[in-house]
């Protein structure tokens, strides 16, 4: 079990913008989704989260979680949006419990989990973008939730903290599914375990990250990379 079932269509208005995609994943993965600016990766994410409402199917262990009432859903499925500045003075602590339904306890255990404990009482306000994206997942973090999704986690952040994110992730996902957003295909190769290429809101390719080739990217980018396959390691080279 554990295991989820998306199978969803999303329209703003006339316009479809995911159209007919399909996946499963299951507590243990990292699934990435990638695909060129406007392809409906964000669109998608937030058709999971909730946010938006799609046609279609999305399943939890038999569960339809667009049947769920939002804090019956939030126990379940843990939302990272994109990250923007802060507009609030909120302490780091203030701001992992607040919107969430979770109680002191897995505050505290979250901040601990993103190495932000000594940090709790200053003002997010005041710190680092990547400080910042560490509080956006404990937050969601705080909820406990099986199923975790990040909208482009390391965007902006410099090696060392998309390092410690992707790190986070990997430990996360012995005890959760992860479904992230990622414009970098050298993260999304290395660190997730599948892959959804999204193309006009269509599923353009899946499968094994590391198994994506040349002619994938080339035929949803529209630029021929160089991927180097080395010790494991898929390097794409624009
Ligand atoms: N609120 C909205 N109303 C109407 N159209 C929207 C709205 N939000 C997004 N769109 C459109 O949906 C399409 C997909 O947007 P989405 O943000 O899902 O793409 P994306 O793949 O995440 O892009 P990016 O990589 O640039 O973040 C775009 O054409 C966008 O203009």
Redesign the pocket.
């Known amino acids: 079990m554990h295991k989820l079932k998306v199978s969803v269509s999303f329209s703003?208005?006339k316009?479809e913008?995911v159209k007919n995609v399909e996946f499963e994943g299951k507590v243990g993965e990292i699934i990435a989704i990638i695909?060129?600016?406007?392809?409906?990766?964000?669109?998608?994410l937030k058709c999971i989260a909730g946010i938006l409402k799609p046609r279609g199917i999305i399943e939890y262990n038999g569960i339809d979680l667009t049947k769920l009432k939002p804090k019956e859903r939030a126990k379940i499925v843990g939302y990272v949006p994109q990250s923007s500045y802060p507009e609030f003075a909120f302490t780091v602590e203030e701001f992992v419990e607040l919107g969430t339904y979770a109680g002191k306890g897995d505050v505290d255990e979250a901040i601990r989990r993103v190495g932000l404990w000594e940090k709790r009482k200053e003002f997010i306000t005041n710190l680092s973008g990547g400080e910042y994206q560490l509080t956006l997942i404990a937050r969601a973090l705080a909820q406990g939730g099986d199923i975790m999704l990040l909208d482009e986690p390391t965007s902006h952040l410099d090696i060392n903290h998309t390092r410690e994110i992707m790190e986070i992730l990997q430990e996360l996902k012995k005890e959760k599914l992860i479904i992230a957003?990622f414009?970098d295909l050298n993260l999304a190769i290395n660190y997730a375990d599948e892959i959804i290429v999204?193309k006009n809101g269509e599923t353009a390719w899946k499968g094994k990250s590391k198994e994506i080739s040349e002619e994938v990217i080339e035929a949803t980018y529209g630029i021929k990379p160089r991927i180097v396959r080395e010790d494991g390691i898929v390097a794409v080279l624009p």
């Open positions: 703003y208005g316009k913008i695909g060129p600016n406007g392809a409906g990766k964000s669109t998608l957003v414009h999204l």
